[in-house]
Structure formats: C-alpha cells, structure tokens
C-alpha cells in the first residue's frame, strides 16, 4: 500500500481481555517496529523484526504482551489479560532496509487502546 | 543508556515568527538524530537527520537543526512559522538497527 496500515484505530477494552492489534507495512519493507505512546509521552521502543525474525523484543513491558510477523510483511502486537497501564497508542513503523540507522521510519497512524 | 530531553512541553509563537525548539541528548559516541513531527490524527513524519558531516542540516518544510556536539544539542529552527506547522514534534536520537529513542515532545502553536 502507499502507506503503513494500522487496525484497528480505535479499541475498548474491558480490563483482563485479550487484543490484538495489527500492522500492514509498506510493500517490500525489511524492517518492521512496534513503539508505544502514552499519553503526553514520546514513543518507546517494543520490538523489532527483520522479515519473520524477531530481533530485538527488549522493549515489550511484560511477558502479556507479544509480536509476531510469520510471512514477514503483516505483523501483529497482541497484549493479553490488559491492564489499566496498557491504555497507549501502538505505533507501527517499517523502514525499507535491515538496519543501519537511517531513520528513515514510515509510520502508521496508530492504534489508540483504552482499557477500562 | 540512550536519553533525549526536550525541555519545553510547550511553545507558542506567532504566525511569521521565528521557531527554535530545543533537544538535548545523552549518547556516548557520535549521536544519529532525528527529528520528527506529528500531527493530530496523522503517522509521525521526518523532517530531517544528521549522521556526520556538515552540522547545519536542511529537512522538509523549511526546517533546519544544528548538532552541536559540545552542547549535546541538535535544535529545530524555521525562519518563519506557518499556521499549518502547528503540531507536536519529537526529537530522537538513533541507536543499532534504526531502534530510536524518542524525546517527550514538545507542542507547537501558532498564534495569527
């Protein structure tokens, strides 16, 4: 697509149920990036992966939370049994090549969660 | 560990004034930045980068940023600020494999 897809916009969710979230990178996107933005906060890192390959999952809060990318363009951010602190944006990022710090991030719109 | 430090939350300026928003960083070999800008209800979008070279570097919109090495500091400037540059911008500073640490933002409004 012409630009990083995210969906849904919008989730409610009632404290202790599963979401997922889901992130459709440009086309031909190596690297794919999950940050999460609380309210009046930058972004912070979640995850990382290059293709399928998870590479760097240091920034996910808890073991309720997990990524996944198996065909290496779709990717999902699934956050289990939420908690109130779980209430973010959930930003997808992907950039064109593996690493090199280039910056150059594409960014999604977001996924707003509000737990209640 | 990687910090960037935006001290103002907020700034108002005048349509046609001048803009400096501020960015300090905290990385203990040569820093890549960044600076980005979000507007409500859209994706984060780069303005501009440095990774060496000439310090002065020239991004989208009219902006430019200044990395000063002895001041840790790599400052957003525009000569004169648009209505339609109202919106939140973020600072960030790159560690390996595009991983980016994001300062909290500071929020842009403009006055006509």
């Known amino acids: 697509g012409a630009g990083v897809s995210q969906s849904p916009r919008y989730k409610v969710a009632k404290r202790g149920q599963d979401v997922a979230l889901r992130c459709d990178p440009i086309?031909?996107?190596?690297?794919l990036f999950w940050y999460q933005q609380a309210l009046g906060q930058g972004p912070e890192f979640l995850t990382y992966?290059?293709?399928?390959?998870?590479?760097?999952k240091s920034g996910l809060p808890s073991d309720r939370f997990f990524a996944e990318r198996p065909e290496g363009s779709v990717s999902t951010l699934k956050i289990q049994r939420t908690q109130q602190e779980d209430s973010a944006v959930y930003l997808c990022?992907?950039?064109?090549?593996?690493?090199?710090?280039?910056?150059?991030?594409?960014f999604g719109e977001g996924s707003r969660l509000t737990v209640l | 560990a990687q910090s960037v430090t935006q001290p103002d939350i907020h700034i108002t300026v005048s349509e046609g004034a001048s803009l400096e928003l501020r960015c300090n960083y905290s990385?203990?070999?040569?820093?890549?930045l960044f600076w980005y800008v979000q507007s409500p209800g859209q994706g984060l979008q780069l303005l501009l980068k440095?990774?060496?070279?000439?310090?002065l570097v020239q991004g989208i919109k009219g902006f430019e940023a200044e990395f000063k090495r002895s001041q840790s500091s790599f400052n957003l400037r525009k000569p004169s600020v648009h209505w339609s540059d109202a919106a939140e911008y973020f600072c960030a500073v790159g560690e390996g494999g595009n991983k980016l640490v994001f300062g909290a933002g500071t929020i842009l409004r403009v006055k006509s």
């Open positions: 992966f290059q293709n399928e390959a998870q590479l760097d």
């Open positions: 990385y203990g070999a040569t820093p890549y």
């Open positions: 990022a992907s950039t064109l090549i593996g690493g090199g710090n280039t910056g150059e991030l594409f």
């Open positions: 086309s031909g996107h190596v690297s």
């Open positions: 440095y990774f060496s070279g000439d310090t």
